[in-house]
């Protein structure tokens, strides 16, 4: 089994920055992908990062120039860093580890507002 714990939400201006962390622990192959997903208010779970084993990394058109995923493999932690953040990008915000099988955190809530 493999245990994700988010922190780092909050609530920040339109222009602010928050970063995001992502803990690890559990049954982890030395090979994985690690990203965030978001879902805001009545709308679907979406993509917003993902970075896999070597460290390449992919962004929804929506978050790209503002967010920047990263990760530390030695403690199995991904983090998002987010800046010029909208409003639009409120919503609740989950990790995700990939190794054949999907493993979730429980989300942690950004909302963005003046």
């Known amino acids: 089994q493999v245990q994700l714990v988010e922190s780092g939400g909050g609530l920040v201006q339109p222009g602010g920055s928050l970063r995001l962390s992502c803990a690890a622990s559990g049954s982890i192959f030395s090979i994985y992908a690690m990203g965030w997903y978001r879902q805001a208010p009545g709308k679907q779970r979406e993509l917003v990062a993902v970075?896999?084993?070597?460290?390449?990394?992919n962004y929804a058109d929506s978050v790209k120039g503002r967010f920047i995923i990263s990760r530390a493999n030695a403690k199995i932690t991904a983090y998002l860093q987010m800046n010029s953040l909208k409003s639009e990008d409120t919503a609740v915000y989950y990790c995700?580890?990939?190794?054949?099988?999907?493993?979730w955190g429980q989300g942690t809530e950004v909302t963005v507002s003046s």
């Open positions: 970075i896999d084993s070597s460290g390449i990394a």
């Open positions: 995700n580890l990939a190794q054949g099988v999907n493993y």
